[in-house]
């Protein structure tokens, strides 16, 4: 702590007419954060939030080398079977996948170990299966399983930092920020349950910022809420091949 969020942020349409309205999503986010009781901390303690538009995988790729972060939230068009539409280039996650896996452990080899990619959001079309490929490499990605309107995509990153910034797990802010628009998938190599991106101890000792941690003295979710077949989260295997469920 404090870590980063790096945005990226693609529309290969017409510039003129967007399809997506990556501008409205990101301020939504970094309004999420300032909204939080996490913001009301000292600056050298607030998290980053950065913004990289219209860029290719290399360009990515040199940007998670520079600000290290914890989240990368992209938004853009995705193909079923085919890729992500990055800047004047599709990419397959399968063949990004090597370079994630690489920093990572990388990351997780320095002395003190640097921050490491946990979370990878593809806020897009028929990603879900994009997300599932990644899990290779990170504890959690999140998908969409359909095509999504993008002003539910712009309410589903919205309703999802909002809680993740106050201190609420994965799995509940996700549950949440399901709410609009049921298509979303959470994929896990971990128990999402019992992961915070901002830890009870990095919002501020005010009485106004007081929080309960939702895993505190909890049980862990029941299996009608992590099942496949559910109507909630979906946990494509990992979890009971963890154990965990």
């Not at 996490?38 to 940007?63: C, D, G, N, P, T």
């Not at 830890?199 to 895993?215: D, G, K, R």
């Not at 505190?216 to 295997?237: N, Y």
Request: one cysteine or more; glycine letters at 4%; hydrophobic letters at 40%.
């Amino acid at each position: 702590w404090p870590f980063t969020i790096l945005f990226v942020g693609v529309d290969n349409g017409d510039k003129l007419q967007p399809d997506l309205n990556l501008k409205k999503e990101f301020e939504s986010i970094e309004q999420a954060y300032k909204e939080s009781t996490a913001y009301h901390v000292a600056k050298e303690r607030r998290l980053v939030i950065k913004h990289l538009s219209f860029s290719k995988w290399a360009e990515v790729m040199m940007q998670i080398r520079r600000e290290m972060p914890t989240v990368l939230h992209l938004g853009l068009h995705a193909r079923k079977g085919v890729g992500l539409e990055l800047f004047q280039q599709t990419v397959n996650p399968r063949e990004i996948l090597k370079q994630i896996i690489a920093w990572n452990s990388d990351a997780r080899s320095r002395s003190p170990p640097r921050p490491e990619i946990r979370l990878i959001v593809l806020n897009a079309c028929e990603s879900d299966a994009h997300a599932l490929d990644l899990t290779k490499g990170v504890d959690f990605a999140i998908g969409h399983r359909d095509p999504v309107n993008d002003g539910n995509a712009i309410e589903f990153s919205r309703l999802l930092y909002d809680r993740l910034f106050d201190s609420t797990t994965l799995l509940d802010s996700f549950n949440i920020a399901r709410s609009c628009c049921k298509g979303y998938r959470l994929l896990a190599n971990k128990d999402p349950s019992q992961f915070c991106l901002v830890p009870l101890s990095a919002q501020p000792a005010t009485p106004h910022a007081s929080v309960t941690s939702p895993a505190a003295g909890s049980a862990m979710p029941t299996t009608e809420a992590i099942t496949p077949d559910s109507d909630s989260t979906e946990l494509v295997r990992f979890l009971k091949d963890e154990k965990l469920s």
